[in-house]
Nanobody
Framework: QVQLVESGGGLVEAGGSLRLSCAAS????????MSWHRQAPGKQREVVAT???????NYADSVKGRFTISRDNAKNTVYLQMNSLKPEDTAVYFC????????????WGQGTLVTVSS
């Protein structure tokens, strides 16, 4: 069974940090384009950070310099380190695994809520 399970969300004060984890089963994260997305109340889901199979990363302008996506192949887990959090970072964060570029599909996790208080 293919599954992505996010964890690490919670309530944090502005300026604080959180690390989200995305544990994968049924797929190998290093064989996928892995990404983190977020959806704030009343807004569309947006991509936050992406990591290619080769380990190259890309970030939304709004989080560049504050968020870091990383991957632990041994644990088959992807992380999102979030520093200097702002109230506007409040959202449900989703992990995504994508192999559509090689004829596969994408898989979403269930999401984890991050709330940043001012």
């Amino acid at each position: 069974q293919v599954q992505l399970v996010e964890s690490g969300g919670g309530l944090v004060e502005a300026g604080g940090s959180l690390r989200l984890s995305c544990a994968a089963s049924g797929i190998i994260v290093s064989f996928n384009v892995m990404s983190w997305h977020r959806q704030a109340p009343g807004k569309q889901r947006e991509v936050v950070a992406t990591m290619t199979r080769g380990g190259n990363t890309n970030y939304a302008d709004s989080v560049k310099g504050r968020f870091t996506i990383s991957r632990d192949n041994a644990k088959n887990t992807v992380y999102l380190q979030m520093n200097s959090l702002k109230p506007e970072d409040t959202a449900v964060y989703f992990c995504n695994a994508d192999t559509r570029d090689i004829g596969g599909r994408q898989v979403w996790g269930q999401g984890t809520l991050v709330t940043v208080s001012s």
